[in-house]
């Protein structure tokens, strides 16, 4: 039944790869609270997909750049006190997701397979894709790891982080970056819809199950690579897409999770 | 040097040794508080040289308000230094001037070199999504051994807390925790934003029986907010009120008896200050001995002169 063709081989690669990586960022997403944040900004990279067919370039960079730019306006627009940050997430969210499905759509006509970018294409991983996955990862893993620990400090509380002596905004800024960097590499895998499934929803499961940070984000990862493994035999199986069936297994998976802890609190 | 250039000579001069004649620490005390609500116009106060941090003349201003003007300020090792003032007095944006989290428009903030100071912030939420153990995040950062951890945990009554998860301490217990982890690198300076909240009335005089402790113990310099008065007022050695600039300071029964201090905060709360003074008389003294060494402070003998 499950032949493991080369498409499919790097298919388990990417996304095992792609899981590892987001653990422990979508665990810091969550305790920094930019659930929100992320989802925005990854929605924000389909403008990028669109300036990259533009220019005729691989989308990788223009992804990055619009992601960053898209952060760093919503880091301005929070400063105002007017409007509530969760209604600019929201305004910055639908108008980026507007704007980069039009931009998509007309830059090259109706040809262009818009629902592969949103939901990307698990089984069209090329052998490049695997190199950026593999080799952008790995680096995201590696500064992540020199800075987990003034991360960390933040997320306890950043005002004591910060008289304490840690460099706040230049720790944020490498956040945001990696995070940027993630979403750029994870977008061709499963489209800038679900990419900020990968990094939040494992990491949701983990947590009723983790007694320290790094517990989480281990489970996170292992929640993340079981259900790579469960969507893509279901995706295979039953002709259903592939980054679609991994975020499904994924949910279940932290629904569950969430639920025992619910019930267990009322016991 | 402590001295700023430029600045007039002869209050208290360079030498540590120095101490000030009755009559400059007479002229000295108006114009660093018993006089209040008046602008005194630019700081020529120097720097204290016992001091562990000092600020002059600072001003912010934040969306075109003025937070703070021309404030004074001196700790001293040792010393329980008490800022009260009614709510928006720009408390707390003054400490995080003196941490150096907020940067002055005008005026300096001078620190002894390499002072170690502890922070104890004012709100600690802790996020549940953040799975924490109290040791774990005693050893966040720099890497305090567990044994070093048991140590400061029994000295601030929270041993028994130390495997729980930080998101399920109670208020009282979270307070002494983050006060904890502020002891962790021996600090000369305990900096502490309004301690009690969240904490009963019991925690509360058993919070600041323990900072006057670790002050004893340990020769802490210690800067407390407080808005609760009465309580705080009797721990202090000194209590500066602040409204935007300093209203008054000096001995607590001096600032209690004091006219803008009345004004700011009512007669019952002035009242209710001095049921508690005579309790606490010893402090009155201690305070009174080591007065002459410390301008901003003269004994209350000088004042009520």
Partial sequence: ???????????????????????????????????????????????????????????????????????GLLILLSRQKIVPLDAILGLMHHGALALGVIATLSLRGPAVDLMSYLFGDIFAVTTTDLYWVYGGGALVLAILAWLWQPMLRLAVHEELAAAEGVNRDLV???????????????????????????????????????????????????????????????????????????????????????????????? | MTERPGETAGTVGGSKAAVPAPAQAHAHDHQSGACCGHSHGPSARPLDPAALIGARGLEIVRSGRTILSDVDLDIRPGEILTLIGPNGAGKTTLVRTLLGLERPDRGTVWKRPGLKVGYVPQRFDIDRALPMTVERFLSLGDGAKKSRIETVLEEVGASRVIAQQLGQLSGGELQRVVLARALLNDPELLVLDEPVRGVDYVGEAELYALIGRLRDRRGLGVLLISHDLHVVMAQSDRVVCLNRHVCCSGVPEAVAQHPEYTRLFGPEQARSFAVYQHHHDHRHDLAGETAPASPASPPSGDRNA
């Fill in chain 1, 1 to 71: 039944m499950l032949e493991l063709e080369p498409f499919l081989l790097r298919a388990i690669a990417a996304s095992l790869a792609l899981a590892l990586v987001a653990a422990p960022l979508g665990s810091l997403v969550i305790w920094n609270r930019m659930a929100y944040f992320g989802e925005t900004v990854s929605q924000a990279s389909l403008i990028g997909i669109a300036l990259g067919l533009f220019l005729g370039v691989d989308i990788t960079g223009p992804v990055i750049f619009v992601t960053l730019v898209v952060a």
């Fill in chain 1, 172 to 267: 944020k800024a490498v956040f945001i970056v990696l995070l940027s960097l993630t979403i750029a590499i994870a977008i061709k895998i499963v489209g800038a819809l679900l990419v900020i499934a990968f990094l939040i929803v494992p990491a949701v499961a983990a947590r009723p199950f983790s007694s320290t940070p790094e517990r989480m984000a281990l489970l996170a990862a292992l929640v993340a690579a079981a259900s790579v493994v469960l969507g893509i035999t279901l995706s295979l199986n039953f002709d259903v897409p592939g980054g679609p069936s991994i975020v499904l297994f994924m949910a279940v998976i932290a629904g569950f999770s969430v639920a025992s802890a619910a019930l267990r609190r009322n016991a």
